[in-house]
């Protein structure tokens, strides 16, 4: 009878030992096919993202918002006409370089106009280059090697079924949260995405204002913002490398529970600090 009964605890326990290794197995890939996810995507131009909708961007700002933006510029290169001309003391200091300025002015002007998805893009390139040389510095990795995994079941297959029960059922919590959270991440990244196409859409029209000093200041924080986007991903960057440093300082074998939950706390401060990048570096170079 003793003997019936310890076979029966003994499978029972095998089998908790196998939903607990496979829910940590499913939660450590989760994890680390997410930020590596993360290092790939940040790293992509808007071109290179998705060519289909960068195509669809392109052409509607080409065929649709630039018209408008011809008008402003229209609108602000005769604005700017009016006041080199009514500067000088309303007319009674009238010297016509005033008018090769203007010219001058205009050209610079519609030559931006001319080349907006041009310049655009060329930002989005510089920050491409600064996140791709970032991370071949930062690592990016938070896989748990096999050894470590060998030496959680060691731990495991020694425990009573009591405490296995609640490792299990908290493994099982754990694994669909961070679940939840790796959605919540891919939300984070792909809106950041769908943010900068929706910029790139109207950038004919701050383009189109730099021919005025006065309305030239709608232009400049527009460039500042695109400049935020592109280099928010470097901030992304950022806060996956100190990610990966806190998982891989977890000691997984000797305290599985307190494990568990910390993978869980350091995933959620990594999806509140990407969510927070984006106002960092808008906050960084003063855009509005």
Same mark, same amino acid.
């Given at each position: 009878?003793? *003997?019936?009964?310890?076979?029966?605890?003994?499978?029972?326990?095998?089998?908790?030992?196998?939903?607990?290794?496979?829910?940590?197995?499913?939660?450590?890939?989760?994890?680390?096919?997410?930020? %590596?996810?993360?290092?790939?995507?940040?790293?992509?131009?808007?071109?290179?993202?998705?060519?289909?909708?960068?195509?669809?961007?392109?052409?509607? *700002?080409?065929?649709?918002?630039?018209?408008?933006?011809?008008?402003?510029?229209?609108?602000?290169?005769?604005?700017?006409?009016?006041?080199?001309?009514?500067?000088?003391?309303?007319?009674?200091?009238?010297?016509?370089?005033?008018?090769?300025?203007?010219?001058?002015?205009?050209?610079?002007?519609?030559?931006?106009?001319?080349?907006?998805?041009?310049?655009?893009?060329?930002?989005?390139?510089?920050?491409?280059?600064?996140?791709?040389?970032?991370?071949?510095?930062?690592?990016?990795?938070?896989?748990?090697?096999? *050894?470590?995994?060998?030496? /959680?079941?060691?731990?495991?297959?020694? /425990?009573?079924?009591?405490?296995?029960?609640?490792?299990?059922?908290?493994?099982?919590?754990?694994?669909?949260?961070?679940?939840?959270?790796?959605?919540?991440?891919?939300?984070?990244?792909?809106?950041?995405?769908?943010?900068?196409?929706?910029?790139? *859409?109207?950038?004919?029209?701050?383009?189109?204002?730099?021919?005025?000093?006065?309305?030239?200041?709608?232009?400049?924080?527009?460039?500042?913002?695109?400049?935020?986007?592109?280099?928010?991903?470097?901030?992304? /960057?950022?806060?996956? %490398?100190?990610?990966?440093?806190?998982?891989? %300082?977890?000691?997984?074998?000797?305290?599985?529970?307190?494990?568990?939950?910390?993978?869980? %706390?350091?995933?959620?401060?990594?999806?509140?600090?990407?969510?927070?990048?984006?106002?960092?570096?808008?906050?960084?170079?003063?855009?509005?």
């Amino acid at each position: 009878m003793d *003997s019936i009964l310890q076979s029966i605890e003994d499978w029972f326990r095998g089998l908790l030992v196998s939903g607990i290794m496979n829910n940590l197995g499913n939660t450590f890939d989760s994890v680390n096919n997410q930020v %590596g996810q993360i290092a790939a995507e940040v790293g992509t131009t808007p071109a290179a993202f998705s060519p289909s909708i960068f195509n669809m961007i392109r052409t509607i *700002s080409e065929n649709v918002i630039m018209p408008i933006a011809g008008i402003i510029l229209t609108f602000v290169a005769v604005y700017e006409l009016i006041q080199l001309v009514i500067a000088r003391n309303n007319l009674a200091h009238f010297e016509t370089w005033i008018f090769w300025k203007w010219i001058f002015k205009t050209f610079v002007a519609v030559t931006l106009i001319t080349n907006t998805m041009n310049i655009t893009m060329a930002i989005f390139d510089v920050a491409q280059y600064v996140v791709n040389n970032a991370g071949g510095i930062i690592g990016s990795s938070t896989a748990i090697d096999a *050894s470590t995994l060998t030496t /959680m079941q060691s731990t495991l297959e020694a /425990m009573d079924i009591g405490p296995l029960l609640s490792i299990f059922l908290q493994s099982f919590v754990v694994q669909f949260l961070i679940y939840i959270l790796s959605a919540l991440i891919f939300v984070i990244v792909y809106a950041r995405m769908i943010e900068i196409y929706l910029m790139v *859409s109207l950038a004919p029209i701050p383009f189109a204002t730099f021919g005025n000093r006065e309305q030239g200041m709608i232009g400049q924080n527009y460039l500042r913002s695109l400049f935020a986007l592109g280099f928010q991903g470097f901030l992304i /960057m950022i806060c996956v %490398g100190i990610y990966a440093v806190l998982i891989q %300082g977890i000691s997984f074998s000797t305290d599985i529970i307190g494990s568990l939950w910390g993978v869980m %706390g350091y995933t959620i401060l990594l999806a509140f600090t990407l969510f927070k990048t984006g106002s960092v570096a808008k906050a960084i170079l003063h855009a509005h």
